[in-house]
């Protein structure tokens, strides 16, 4: 069973309709119980950083989600989820984060050439790395692939755990994985055949 954390921020309807779409046993959950006999974890999120990592404290699912990676859990964190693995944002201040993926987070605005909008919104192509083996998340995933965005904000520092990266104007993170943790920024359940299949993979794993 897939567990989508449901902690009063995120995209989990969609997410949970494309899982079920491709045959997944999925639950939308904010039980500690539930998470915890969970095959796999999906962090999901939309918003701001700061609203989304205190209502994981205050609800006590950070510490959950942290406990669940750290015994090998797969887990995905997707767009603003993916952004809560990393150790800081710096959206409107500086604010802890989950500190599965080192790096942090920062606007895109100061990088992207004069005249590209921020946030970025829309379909955008997967890069892979040339120096890494594609990582087993995008099996069924090919170079160029489309994908649907929607950040202002982006993962940096994270060079060890990159495997994904799409271009605007420079070469912004797409995705990091770190062992049995994967952050992916644009969102599947929005990216058609393309997103379900890295969703497959997620579910392969």
């Not at 150790?87 to 201040?93: A, Q, R, T």
């Not at 921020?118 to 083996?133: C, D, M, R, S, T």
Request: charged share 20%; glycine share 12%; with cysteine.
């Amino acid at each position: 069973m897939i567990a989508i954390v449901d902690y009063g921020v995120g995209n989990i309807f969609s997410l949970y309709s494309s899982f079920s779409k491709i045959g997944a046993e999925v639950k939308l959950t904010g039980s500690r119980d539930e998470i915890e006999a969970a095959d796999k974890i999906v962090l999901p999120g939309v918003g701001a950083f700061e609203d989304a990592a205190r209502k994981l404290r205050e609800t006590g699912l950070g510490r959950v989600v942290i406990e669940q990676a750290g015994k090998g859990k797969p887990l995905v964190g997707i767009c603003l989820g993916m952004q809560l693995l990393f150790d800081k944002s710096y959206e409107y201040g500086e604010h802890e984060g989950l500190g599965l993926i080192r790096g942090n987070v920062v606007s895109m605005a100061p990088v992207v050439p004069e005249g590209y909008k921020v946030p970025q919104i829309g379909w955008n192509a997967l890069h892979f790395p040339e120096n890494k083996q594609k990582n087993e998340i995008f099996c069924n995933t090919n170079e160029g692939d489309h994908v649907y965005f929607v950040h202002s904000y982006y993962g940096t520092d994270c060079d060890d755990a990159l495997i994904a990266t799409t271009e605007y104007g420079p070469e912004l993170t797409a995705a990091v994985a770190d062992g049995n943790v994967y952050g992916l920024q644009f969102h599947p359940e929005k990216s058609g055949d393309v997103g379900l299949n890295i969703l497959r993979a997620f579910c392969g794993l």
